[in-house]
């Protein structure tokens, strides 16, 4: 088996495409952030009537860290070669002190070109994490595949080859004929068409616990993330540079926080964002679905009662700011009692992230998302009430991590209409799928649904 890892080119390229009913969105591709992996998968797998088949796959890892791939293999029942579109879902495997791996199992209906999958075989590809002086990632290093018995088989690898952009350019007409919009955005190299705008201007507001002991790893993962996917943002859409302020390390507290809501000052065509990660809670007479913020760094001297907000009650002094879009989304537990953010599995992940400065951003969908005629709010809770909310220390918190994914699809992607009630449902069911691949209890998964409102609600 050949295992080969290239540095990438740049160039840019951009794609999507909407398969079975489930959203499949190609990114943008540069010298300075990958969006997204695209990988040469070529293996060898005995199909149902017993003989060997050499399956050929383009496969797209995309940011959330699930897949979409292409498959070309020779059917000789049919005496035709075919071309499948499959679509992977991440699902941890086994962790011990040797190897932690991954696989991307197959999810949905194989999607044929030609009209006909009876002859597909279904399979997973392995992946294994490494690292490097960058960090640590996941490298595919198998497929297994399932034989006549639905028994899982290891195929006969021959090459996993992780493409730059050349590279992909030289093996894309052998999946996409040249009229595919895949292959006809991988043309479009040059800079979109995007003026600057000077009368829209982001205003975030960032708070963490990063210093907690139990939450801070993944406090500090996520407000990286978020600080950094709405900076690249604004800098691709060319409007004036965000006003940012965080909330963290030693200055964490209700008072920054409140000083932070009352400092903001958005005008009537802004974008307006308060993210919080960190220890989250209810007490028993909250009405309301959403949870509370814990403010507090000293449990003995600082009584819960006196250091908390309420996420619905920041987003109605935020919302009564005015601006053109507000966001408020906490990620954080919502249980009686502040408890740690549940610790599960990592998750697969492009091997760069993406969205950074260097990246194309699709206007259309910037615009419909955060720049519509018709003032936008929208509250997020990542857990509903009485649920603690998930997440590893490699990545962060679970739906936070599924959020910036799916922002970074649409923002990355081409125009396919995009609503955030579909980002935040797609968000929604990712995060309580990864949630669910934990045990909180020997034979019970975890739960975790996260609770939002928009208005509009379209």
Known sequence: MQTIIFS???????????VAGILIACFLLSATAVAQDFYLLKFKLVDRNGLSVTYTSLLTLQPDGNAVSRTVYYDSSLNAQRRITQNFL??????????????????????????DVTGFVPHRIVFEKKSDSGGTFYSPVGIDYLDRKQQWQTAETDSLVLLTFTDLMGVVLTFYNSADPFYQHLLTDGDRDIKPTSNVKLYLIAVSNTLDSTVGPLATK?????????????????????????????????????AAINQVRPGKNDILVFY????????DKDTVPFARMSLRTNKKKQPLELNNLSLDDVYKRLLSKGARFTLVLGDCCNTLVPTPSGLGNDLLRPRKDGGRAGL?????????????????????????????????????????FCFMGQLKKWLYGAALNPTWPLLLKDTKDEAALKAKGVECEPNVRCKQYAVAKQVPND
């Open 8 to 18: 990438c080119s740049p160039r840019s390229l951009l794609g999507a495409k909407r």
């Open 90 to 115: 991440d699902s941890a495997g086994p962790a011990n002190s040797e190897v932690h791996k991954q696989y991307l199992v197959p999810t949905g209906e194989p999607d044929s070109q030609d009209d």
């Open 222 to 258: 996520d407000s990286q993330s978020v600080v950094q996917t709405f900076r690249d943002m604004a800098k691709a859409a060319k409007i004036p540079p965000p006003s940012i302020i965080t909330v963290s390390a030693s200055r964490f507290s209700k008072k920054a926080v409140d």
């Open 276 to 283: 919080y990660s960190g220890h989250g809670f209810r007490f």
């Open 360 to 400: 194309q951003l699709n206007p259309d969908v910037f615009k419909t998302l955060f720049l519509s005629p018709q003032r936008r709010s929208i509250l997020v809770s990542s857990a509903e009430a009485g649920q603690k909310s998930w997440g590893n220390e490699d990545v962060g918190s679970y739906y936070t």
